[in-house]
């Protein structure tokens, strides 16, 4: 990780900027700034502290400085000294009491906001109604000293988002919002977006490196079709395009020998259920009933290799460090429920660490497959979706044969992972990678804009 300096604040009205001298040498500066706001100050070495940089209470009013005492990075450029970087948190679905201020992900994001000494890095979480244009700044949420505080500042430097769901995101106001701090601040916003299943695999498909990972995916077109798939596969899996936590996915298999067709899914009540039907018409009349069937795709069906006769697959995250380079930040195992369709918790699966189900030998060789297509996948969807990607997370399989393969990859993936305990360590390094990722963007932006923005 890069350098980062303790930002202190003393009690005068100099307009006089005290730095280590490693961070003037013999360089020409004129003007501090935090966020979008900047001043005119005189820079001085520090008579004996090499590991802060001190501002004026003056200096801090005027650049809107938060009163805390906090590390952060140093840029400079066009003789600017850039502090921070200060990164705005984006979401919808605050409350209005001042301990629990954005609901049940209060504490989510209490402990992402934490990270920030170990990042250098300064976050806050704000929504649409934060944003004061006239002004150019944001009432913001602080988790600071165990508390949330409300403080102004400017304009962060680069935007996080964490919109919780497909309906925020596709509510015109907040598209309105992230287009005008994107286009007209010129702020790098990342993460945006919920990835659509077909989309990821079509844009994918278009990628060598990473074609032999996809499972053959549709969309759901005709009966025959599907005839034609199960015939070659044995079982499909019909899941709709949008979907997310394992709702309305569903198996069909079809039993040769016999003639039948068998759909596992989850009812309305949350129960397993598997039904038996003689042709594949009755089976889509009483499942599919009430269904958008042009809503859905048809992937292949894997055999997934097991732990105690139980489904197992991988879900594995990936992030973007402070330089802008992907790292494999967690792993762990989804073992099926009994009778589930799917690894998720919610349907009665299991989540394990791999060294957990299988010997040493395994564990080490499903690691390293997991890990190499995990990269690959997140260089391939870095290149081929647009705007700026800082996490993933994958669902992976691995099939009897030993070849990985990609079920979904999200763009804001679950935690639900990091309730085991011996995946916390991992649940810090994603959170702490996430806002990481905020420093190279904010070099980046000052360094090389056209990179970004082209």
Known sequence: MRKHYLIEVVQNDQLIVFCPPEVIQDKKMKR??????SMEVEFLPHPDQNDRIVISRKIQEAIQFPPFTIPLHAFLENEILYIGPLVGIFTAGFTSFPQQPIGERTLFFSKLLSVNKSVGALPFVFGEHHIDWEQGTIEGCFFHDHAWQTVEVPFPNVIYDRLPNRKSEGNPKLIKIRERLQKEYLIPWYNPGFFNKLDIYERL????SVTHYLPETYPFTSFSSIETMLSKYGHIFIKPKNGSLGLGVHQVIYDKYSDDYY?????KCEVNRLRKYSTLERLFQSVFANQSLDRMLVQQGIHLIRNEQRAVDFRVHTNKDDLGKWHVTAIAAKIAGQGSVTTHARSGGDIKTINEIFPKEECDLFTEKLSNAALLLSTALDTNI????????FDLGIDRNGDVWLFEANSKPGRS??????????????RKLSIAF?????EQSLLHPEELFK
């Open 205 to 208: 498909q278009q990628d060598a």
């Open 32 to 37: 501090i700034a935090f966020g979008s706001k």
């Open 263 to 267: 759909c596992r899914f989850q009812d």
């Open 386 to 393: 647009e705007g700026i990607i800082g996490e993933i997370g």
């Open 417 to 430: 992972i990091f309730s085991h305990p011996e995946l916390k360590e991992f649940d810090f390094l994603t």
């Open 438 to 442: 905020a420093v190279f963007l904010t």
